[in-house]
């Protein structure tokens, strides 16, 4: 045996499902689908293993079953166990997995965190709905050809992501306007603007809203029942008590730019050096406000999910709608 086809032996393309998911898929019972990039390369050692914990445990407390999605030794994740979360955690390197990076991860038996591109399609693809996160990816600032593939992929995915609105490094406008120009909706949270990421505000009105989990429900709803394939995106603002004002934020991200543009700092590794800049500067605020956010979306996505399942039928381990 040459040594490609003893490589090709050992890809695995099927996902794996972890206990709890199995079990929740025979009981019909709503799965909220979690993010993991924010676990390798979103938050500091210590403080991501907490996180990913917290947000399990929310999601269950909303009376949804969590679902992490990773890559791990090669193989797709649906739900970690407690031990791979905590050798996810700890990684000393793992890849950062969007879209175009699965063929390597599953060919080569690599680790990751997968980005909210890569977790919107695992879990459709796995028959979930809905997905928390906390800020998907955008249209760079000062690089208008630097685009998160996490909107190209919500533009052909029907999959709910919740979230707290596009990471603020990002241009705001720009993203928004490719979100329309693909046809994905964008919907405020008992709000009429669209939240920034750490700050509730970002001066950009939002053409929809929806003040309960039921309103998102039917919303979404209707759209997929059209037979719509684009994703939809519920921005929740940050808890009012974690929010830092647009005023701060913006000097700090001014500052992380200017320093990302100086050390060269290019490619998928934009977002976690700004993200990390930026906590630096804020002295560790801007991650209590992340953390608190993310948690925040993790309970309105499960709640979400358990209004969103009064429209679906449950079959074979897929929704379908009724
Ligand atoms: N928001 C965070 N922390 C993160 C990310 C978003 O607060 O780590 C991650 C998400 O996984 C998102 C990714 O999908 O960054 C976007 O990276 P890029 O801009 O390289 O597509
Ligand atoms: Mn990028």
């Not at 989990?213 to 709803?221: F, G, L, M, N, S």
């Not at 992380?256 to 700004?274: I, M, R, S, W, Y």
């Amino acid at each position: 045996m040459n040594h490609s086809s003893e490589h090709q032996n050992k890809i695995n393309t099927k996902i794996i499902e972890s206990a709890a998911v199995r079990q929740a898929r025979a009981l019909a019972l709503p799965i909220v689908a979690l993010e993991s990039t924010v676990i390798t390369h979103g938050l500091p050692q210590g403080e991501n293993l907490k996180l990913a914990k917290a947000m399990e445990t929310t999601v269950e407390e909303n009376g949804a079953t969590p679902a992490t999605i990773a890559v791990i030794d090669g193989s797709i994740r649906l739900g970690l166990s407690a031990e791979e979360l905590d050798a996810l955690a700890i990684h000393p390197n793992p890849r950062k997995i969007s879209t175009r990076d699965f063929g390597i991860s599953l060919a080569q038996g690599l680790t990751g965190g997968t980005t909210v591109a890569a977790t919107a399609y695992i879990a459709q693809k796995s028959g979930l709905r809905v997905f928390a996160t906390g800020g998907i990816g955008g249209v760079h600032r000062q690089a208008p050809f630097d685009v998160s593939a996490d909107l190209s992929q919500l533009a052909k995915t029907p999959i709910l992501v919740v979230c707290a609105g596009m990471k603020s490094i990002l241009d705001l406008p720009a993203t928004m306007e490719y979100l329309e120009t693909q046809g994905v909706p964008v919907i405020g949270y008992q709000t009429d603007e669209l939240p920034a990421f750490y700050s509730r505000q970002s001066g950009i009105r939002l053409n929809q809203r929806a003040d309960s989990p039921q309103d998102v429900a039917r919303i979404a709803y209707a759209h997929w029942a059209l037979g719509f394939r684009q994703g939809i995106v519920l921005t929740v603002p940050v808890p009012e008590k974690d929010a830092i004002t647009r005023e701060e934020m913006e000097s700090w991200i001014n500052a992380a730019l200017e320093q990302a543009h100086n050390d060269g700092v290019h490619g998928n590794a934009v977002t976690p050096f700004l993200l990390d800049k930026v906590s630096q500067l804020s002295e560790g605020r801007s991650m209590q406000s992340n953390i608190a956010l993310l948690l925040n979306n993790a309970a309105v996505a499960s709640q979400v999910a358990l209004d969103l399942q009064g429209f679906m039928q449950f079959e074979n381990g897929t929704f379908y709608y009724s």
